[in-house]
């Protein structure tokens, strides 16, 4: 699927997982580039799991922490919804963490941006469902929430 979804010219897939494809697409009204996660056929075809998906979108999407990915807009392409979100840049905890593991500080760090970022969505009513290392991406500012978002060092 390249090619575009309301006004996102999509580039190229990204990445693929249980939760459905994720593209990095351009945003022409904002000039920007994001990530734009196409959910598979069986969560629209589920009322109870498309409603889910919809209220946590659009919960998340009133968030504003540095530790929490940013939201941007979600909708429905072909039948199928997609949330759309800013364009992280780095690599997931899971590919970051060495053979040896991590320096203790250095996970103490990671692990009070993550739990701040989860506080700060439990506030809001948000429970991450699939909190793992590949769901949390490092970038050079913060740890991502869905993807959780952690300062590189």
Not at 42 to 65: I, K, M, T
Not at 92 to 121: C, F, N, Y
Not at 123 to 142: Q, Y
């Amino acid at each position: 699927m390249i090619g575009e979804i309301s006004h996102f010219h999509v580039i190229e897939k990204i990445g693929e997982g249980g939760m459905g494809l994720v593209y990095r697409a351009h945003d022409d009204r904002l000039d920007r580039d994001v990530a734009i996660k196409v959910l598979p056929d069986a969560v629209s075809r589920e009322p109870d799991r498309l409603r889910r998906f919809q209220h946590e979108a659009r919960a998340a999407g009133a968030l504003n922490h540095p530790n929490i990915l940013t939201v941007y807009d979600i909708g429905e392409h072909e039948g199928r919804p997609f949330i759309v979100t800013e364009l992280l840049k780095g690599d997931t905890l899971h590919t970051a963490i060495p053979r040896k593991g991590l320096p203790a500080e250095r996970a103490v760090d990671l692990a009070m941006q993550i739990a701040a970022g989860l506080a700060a969505a439990h506030e809001a009513g948000i429970v991450h469902r699939d909190l793992k290392p590949s769901n949390i991406f490092l970038t050079r500012d913060a740890v991502s929430y869905t993807h959780l978002r952690a300062h590189e060092t």
